[in-house]
T-cell receptor, first 117, second 114 residues
Framework: AQKVTQAQTEISVVEKEDVTLDCVYE???????LFWYKQPPSGELVFLIR??????QNEISGRYSWNFQKSTSSFNFTITASQVVDSAVYFC??????????????FGGGTRLMVKP | AAGVIQSPRHLIKEKRETATLKCYPI?????VYWYQQGPGQDPQFLIS?????QSDKGSIPDRFSAQQFSDYHSELNMSSLELGDSALYFC???WGAGYQETQYFGPGTRLLVL
């Protein structure tokens, strides 16, 4: 069963628009971490943020903000005033404390964001 | 800051050949992970090593093997290559092997099997 779901496979916006990328996860663990990574056209995976399951405070970093809601098992990512350089595939990922889960990251299917000038 | 180094960056092989991918973790990182990303897909975990011992195993084919050396670099050995092995192979590293550790990814090795 898919543990991390990114329902939006592709989003297209015009520069300066705000955009929210959705991430829904499922886990039986009460202890886990959630991550967001960015994969630009060049292909590398760039770490953006890590959030543990006990910290539901929203976080803002420049134009980026993250909304973590345990009640809905969601960890959404908003880019404010999008720029062409934000064009990339964005992955949400889950790491569970369960010993059987190991220390691997389980990724969502990714959301391709295209920001047009 | 130093990042994860992977070599080679691109590799072209024929079916049934072998390939070796190398990964040099961020200095002082003791854990290495390997992921495979097929075209248009999300990265899939293959295997990880902590302090030179295998720590977790994912969907790694039996034709693949990996190890971590005393200097913490890791190599992924792939034999009897198949067309379906064509993918982007990422190595990631972290300080510590816990679920809470942030994995920092290298630029990837793009393998094409003809």
């Amino acid at each position: 069963a898919q543990k991390v779901t990114q329902a939006q496979t592709e989003i297209s916006v015009v520069e300066k628009e705000d955009v929210t990328l959705d991430c829904v996860y499922e886990t039986r663990d009460t202890t886990y971490y959630l991550f967001w990574y960015k994969q630009p056209p060049s292909g590398e995976l760039v770490f953006l943020i890590r959030r543990n399951s006990f910290d539901e405070q929203n976080e803002i970093s420049g134009r980026y903000s993250w909304n973590f809601q345990k009640s809905t098992s969601s960890f959404n990512f908003t880019i404010t005033a999008s720029q062409v350089v934000d064009s990339a595939v964005y992955f949400c990922a889950l790491s569970e404390a369960d010993n059987n889960a190991g220390n691997m990251l389980t990724f969502g299917g990714g959301t391709r964001l295209m920001v047009k000038p | 800051a130093a990042g994860v180094i992977q070599s080679p960056r691109h590799l072209i092989k024929e079916k049934r050949e072998t390939a070796t991918l190398k990964c040099y973790p961020i200095p002082r990182h003791d854990t290495v992970y390997w992921y495979q990303q097929g075209p248009g897909q999300d990265p899939q975990f293959l295997i990880s090593f902590y302090e030179k011992m295998q720590s977790d195993k994912g969907s790694i084919p039996d034709r693949f093997s990996a190890q971590q050396f005393s200097d913490y670099h890791s190599e992924l050995n792939m034999s009897s290559l198949e067309l379906g092995d064509s993918a982007l192979y990422f190595c990631a590293s972290s300080w510590g092997a816990g679920y809470q550790e942030t994995q920092y990814f290298g630029p990837g090795t793009r393998l094409l099997v003809l």
